[in-house]
């Protein structure tokens, strides 16, 4: 048990080995808790080290030195709902440094002036930390978005590479971050080298080659006065969790990059809940949504190729020493590309969204790619049908396997369930409202923005549980727990209607 179960954390990051240690982080940052990675021995499961990403109760003694000097870039009482954090997907490793690289999320909440007063830049949330593999002693961090409040958690994924910068090898870090921005950092000390966007960006003008730090453009933060802020990328990032990919052959980087705008505004008077999201903050989808794949040269920091696709939400990438890039889409295609030129050599249907990444291996001199494909993730639960303008209206979940000459060909696919027509509304406008408001904090983050679902699970449009007593018996008593919908009445203290 690597997080404590009586706080509603997660784990959404694969574990890794390094050094007859297991290393594995955690998720739950817009719930309420405080991040942190630790390393396990792999042979007895005791502790070997833990590293916090958000300082402490500033009554008790720190837990590492450097988070003395992290508590001072932040305000107010952060540590009562843990400030968030969390460590949930992209970790690296340098056996020649013995450096372990991860990316931090976003703080909670999402509005900085409940988190923090509005004040300082909150060590360590979106930033790239460097630690020792033994001890987990602090080595360096370098912070993308300093005091955050856009949900720009800086997890994708950290490429080791060297690459030839001002005729010098540099052992370089590389990353295609949520806020829009490549990194491309000194992985021995965490000095940046160079920063560029690399899809519009509204809501900086640049970075600073002296400071490292973001140029923020003016009035761009929301606050509690209601003042909204309209920018991209939004929440779900320029390039969000599906993996980037690098050819040392091309020196390229391969992205999956996106354009998802969003309108951010503070909640008035927020108070915090034991269930649910916990970010202080309103979020509206913008409809002007894109999606590629780009090919990006991280040495003079421009884009070279790009592929483009109906939406976004595209799948992780699979570089190969062939010259191929191969990537599934939100449209349930699975194409190959030549990496050097982009030229689109294969592609073929697959019924359903690709997000993994894929992987390529061989068997008695035969080469394969296999893939996971199957729909998922924030962008069509939140969106809804929103995110249609992908093509993709199916979750099919399966493992896919190519081979040239392979000729296999996939089964039909059943009808889709029918729309039901809505039962009649007896409530008033006041209770509607009341409704829709808690509709939206606690159900649209996995049934879609009123209650239109986005394919991956079921649309409560379709349920024949919507107008009868047996609601309540799913939402607060668990009929469907086994089907993956919790319950809500332990967390609410609620029964009756």
């Known amino acids: 048990m690597t997080v404590d179960p009586d706080k509603p954390y997660t784990i959404t990051q694969a574990p890794r080995v390094i050094k007859g240690r297991?290393?594995?982080?955690?998720s739950g940052a817009e719930y309420g808790v405080r991040g942190y990675i630790s390393a396990y021995d792999a042979e007895t499961g005791a502790l070997a080290w833990r590293f916090y990403t958000v300082p402490g109760d500033p009554a008790n003694p720190p837990e590492q030195p450097i988070l003395a000097e992290a508590a001072k870039t932040w305000h107010g009482e952060w540590w009562k709902e843990g400030g968030g954090g969390t460590v949930w997907e992209s970790l690296s490793y340098d056996p020649e440094l013995n450096l372990i690289y991860f990316g931090v999320s976003n703080g909670l909440e999402w509005n900085q002036s409940y988190r923090s007063e509005s004040q300082g830049d909150n060590w360590f949330?979106?930033?790239?930390?460097?630690?020792n593999a033994d001890t987990g002693a602090y080595a360096w961090h370098y912070q993308?978005?300093?005091?955050?409040?856009?949900d720009f958690d800086a997890v994708q994924q950290l490429i080791l590479a060297n690459l030839p910068i001002d005729g010098v090898t540099r052992k370089v870090l590389m990353q295609a971050n949520k806020n829009g921005f490549f990194y491309v950092?000194?992985?021995?000390?965490?000095?940046?080298?160079?920063?560029k966007n690399f899809t519009p960006v509204t809501w900086a003008s640049g970075v600073d080659p002296k400071t490292g730090r973001p140029v923020e453009n003016p009035d761009i933060r929301y606050d509690k006065t209601g003042k909204p802020s309209s920018q991209l990328p939004g929440a779900l990032g320029a390039h969000s969790w599906q993996a980037m990919a690098f050819n040392p052959?091309?020196?390229?980087?391969?992205?999956?990059?996106q354009e998802i705008g969003m309108i951010y505004e503070a909640v008035k008077d927020f108070q915090t809940a034991a269930i649910g999201w916990n970010i202080g903050t309103a979020t509206t989808f913008k409809s002007d949504v894109k999606g590629y794949l780009i090919a990006w040269d991280p040495v003079h920091q421009k884009e070279v190729w790009r592929a483009n696709y109906q939406g976004p939400w595209n799948g992780g990438i699979l570089a190969t020493a062939g010259n191929l890039v191969i990537q599934g889409n939100a449209a349930g295609f699975f194409s190959a590309y030549r990496a050097d030129t982009g030229e689109k050599l294969w592609s073929t249907s697959v019924q359903s969204a690709v997000l993994a990444a894929p992987a390529t291996y061989e068997i008695d001199g035969e080469q394969y790619i296999a893939v996971m494909s199957g729909w998922g993730g924030a962008y069509p639960l939140m969106q809804g049908k929103g995110s249609d303008k992908s093509g993709n209206t199916r979750n099919v979940s399966r493992v896919l396997v190519f081979k040239l000459g392979g000729k296999t060909t996939l089964p039909s696919l059943p009808a889709e369930?029918?729309?039901?027509?809505p039962p009649p509304d007896v409530a008033d406008a006041p209770t509607v409202a009341t409704g829709n408001a808690l509709f939206d904090r606690f159900c649209s983050v996995c049934h879609g923005q009123a209650a239109v679902g986005g394919g991956v699970?079921?649309?409560l449009r379709t349920s024949p549980f919507i107008a009868v007593d047996a609601w309540y018996s799913i939402v607060l008593d668990g009929a469907l727990r086994q089907g993956g919908m919790a319950p809500f009445a332990p967390y609410t203290g609620l029964r009756d209607p």
């Not at 297991?22 to 955690?26: K, P, T, Y």
């Not at 091309?250 to 990059?257: F, K």
């Open 22 to 26: 297991v290393v594995i982080g955690n």
């Open 144 to 150: 993308c978005t300093p005091g955050e409040e856009w």
């Open 125 to 131: 949330l979106s930033s790239i930390v460097a630690v």
């Open 185 to 195: 950092l000194d992985r021995k000390t965490g000095q940046l080298i160079s920063a």
């Open 417 to 421: 369930p029918a729309l039901l027509a």
């Open 249 to 257: 052959k091309t020196g390229l980087v391969y992205v999956p990059a």
């Open 457 to 459: 699970v079921p649309d």
